[in-house]
């Protein structure tokens, strides 16, 4: 459980330097799909930011960025595909990493989800911006990592329940192999 910590702790610090980045990161799609002449369609999928990455983008800043989403998001993906192996999980669990599987899906249509507070990263952009073109693909990660951590604090609660029902459990069920060398004053037979 603390490598699965770990692991998220990390993606969420690559996640930080990213969001810092955020206004390169809309530079760079808008850029990428200047050059592929595709103005009209919003950016609703991380294939479609891997298409214009890998056809249309010209500039080493955009191809950066835009491998460091898509890092991001494989990141994401790997560390849902080993939540699955630690822990068989319960209907919670399995439904936040179900959710998570859904959203990562490289096909996913991302163009109606919005993260919403305490992420601000669709107040950051333009209303034309954050209500058509980019709003799902910047909301992605934090979403995804908001389901990461409430699965995280859940395990953590039932494991640590499950932990304590067991050491319960051991107390009441202990019986002394032997009996006491000494015998408590005032009771001796003779």
Known sequence: ?????????????????????????????DHTREEAHDLI???????????????????????????????????LRNLCQKLETVHPGDQVTNGLLERCKVLLNDSNDLSAIRATYPHGVVNYLSFEEARHTYGGVVSLI????????????????????????????????????????WRPPGKHPY
Do not use: G
């Open 1 to 29: 459980m603390n490598e699965v910590v770990e692991t998220l702790r990390n993606i969420e610090q690559n996640y930080k330097i990213f969001q810092q980045q955020q206004f390169t990161f809309t530079r760079a799609l």
């Open 41 to 75: 369609r919003p950016v609703a999928s991380i294939v479609q930011v891997q298409v214009l990455k890998d056809h249309h983008c010209i500039s080493a800043t955009d191809r950066r960025i835009l491998n460091m989403f898509i890092s991001i998001c494989n990141d």
């Open 142 to 181: 934090p979403i995804v990592i908001d389901h990461l951590k409430e699965w995280v604090t859940y395990t953590k609660r039932h494991l640590l329940h499950q932990e304590k029902d067991f050491q319960k459990f051991l107390l009441e069920n202990q019986r002394p192999k032997q009996k006491a060398p």
